[in-house]
Nanobody, 125 residues
């Protein structure tokens, strides 16, 4: 089993920055791939960024150049640095993990086995 706990959400103005954290605990073999997703009200959950234990990174086109995903193996944490936030970035942000290396396939939420409870990000214009 894996437990994932997100933190760092909040309210910012358009153009602002936030850094989300996801603390992982449990069976380390179950989080080879780590991903951030977001879900706005009335919309489907969408993949934002993926990182594997060997530090390969993948980003959704909508966040490339603005978001950075990173992994601290010693602390068992994955981070999402979000810069130049836009109002359309308002959503609940979730951390997810899986034991497989799945690259951009990890953008499909049905492939990720373990999920956190989410942290809310609100971007005002």
């Amino acid at each position: 089993q894996v437990q994932l706990v997100e933190s760092g959400g909040g309210s910012v103005q358009s153009g602002g920055s936030l850094r989300l954290s996801c603390a992982a605990s449990g069976d380390r073999s179950l989080w080879f791939s780590m991903a951030w997703f977001r879900q706005a009200p009335g919309k489907e959950r969408e993949g934002v960024a993926v990182i594997s234990r060997d530090s390969r990174r993948f980003y959704a086109d909508s966040v490339k150049g603005r978001f950075t995903i990173s992994l601290d193996n010693a602390e068992n944490k994955v981070y999402l640095q979000m810069n130049n936030l836009k109002p359309e970035g308002t959503a609940m942000y979730y951390c997810a993990s899986d034991s497989r290396t799945c690259g951009t396939a990890c953008f499909n939420p049905r492939l990720l086995a373990y999920w956190g409870q989410g942290t809310q990000v609100t971007v005002s214009s």
